[in-house]
């Protein structure tokens, strides 16, 4: 495919979201989903690639991301990936399909998420002890503030009392909170911005 193609020809929109597809790979390294679920009769054409699929409740199957299908940024299963993967359009995909943002200031923003990504990975994998290839980062973000992030439902309060955060916290949070901005607008809306948002306003409480 030629990626390079001047927009303003019929249906170069459309070209530019896929290659923009091919070349992220943030809905394939864990920052959007934990697992992506696959049909029985998709489950010999991936494990032929190399990645392991296994069995939910109900009859499901699943693999876990990041995959060993993701080598940097491009997916090894991408032509012959799995319908719900297929089915999926970031929100930074169709806003250049429809033109309103132009490729190149996509992949801007494409290298903006990574590289916060990057040091939130490196930075958790710290903090959890676990190896950071491969590190399932969302995981992280949902578990690791997991006390703090639960709230009443009554009045919003706290569900238990925090512990007193430290600067290295702060730093953490406030920079998964920056991340999660860009998360939020051009990928995929998620609840986590709101409550590491509300961890970031309670700063001034500790």
Known sequence: MDSSAKIGNDGDTAL???ALCQNCGVCCDGSLFTAVTVFSHE??????????????????FQFDQPGSCLAGSSCSLYGDRPEKCRAFF?????????????????????????SRAAWLCKRASQMS???EKNFKLREFLVNYYKPDLERNSKGGSLSRPRAKLSAADREFIARAFE????????????????????????????
Not at 182 to 190: G, P, V
């Open 16 to 18: 530019a979201a896929s």
């Open 43 to 60: 489950i010999k054409k991936i494990e032929k690639a190399g990645v392991d699929v296994y069995a939910r409740s109900r009859g499901s």
């Open 90 to 114: 970031c929100i930074l995909q169709r806003q250049v399909m429809n033109g309103s943002v132009a490729p190149g200031e996509a992949n801007k923003i494409v290298t903006a998420v990574k």
């Open 129 to 131: 002890k676990k190896e």
């Open 179 to 206: 991340y999660l901005k860009l998360i939020d607008r051009y990928f995929l809306e998620t609840s986590l911005l709101e409550k590491y948002g509300a961890l970031v306003q309670n700063f001034g409480d500790d």
